[in-house]
Nanobody, 123 residues
């Protein structure tokens, strides 16, 4: 499975940005697409994920209520809508693929990773 994330950029605190991730290749009838991020000098962390068939989502506490994940089945694309952005949201954002239809926040559950897209939030 190949993943391509895009849509990053520079935004002021309080602003919004939408990231997209297109998946191609051999997926499965049930899988999950997740978003992770890595800030400078920090470990990569879970942001949120969506189960493709069920549409169920799960978010990290740090983004809950501000970020929303959605999907477009026809385009095989998942979106990360980020609102009320904070400087601490600055990071490289990666999308990842899991063959599990159950949403997990553990990185080890994801077998394919796309190149990240940089999000910079200025104060």
């Amino acid at each position: 499975v190949q993943l391509q994330a895009y849509g990053g950029g520079l935004v002021q605190a309080g602003g919004s940005l939408r990231l997209s991730c297109a998946a191609s290749g051999r997926t499965s009838s049930s899988y999950t697409l997740g978003w992770f991020r890595q800030a400078p000098g920090k470990d990569r962390e879970f942001v949120g994920a969506i189960s493709w068939t069920r549409g169920s989502t799960f978010y990290a506490e740090s983004v809950k209520g501000r970020f929303t994940i959605s999907r477009d089945n026809a385009k095989n694309t998942v979106y990360l809508q980020m609102n009320r952005l904070k400087p601490e949201d600055t990071a490289i954002y990666h999308c990842a693929f899991s063959y599990s239809g159950i949403v997990y926040n553990a990185q080890s559950r994801y077998s394919s990773w796309g190149q990240g897209t940089l999000v910079t939030v200025s104060s």
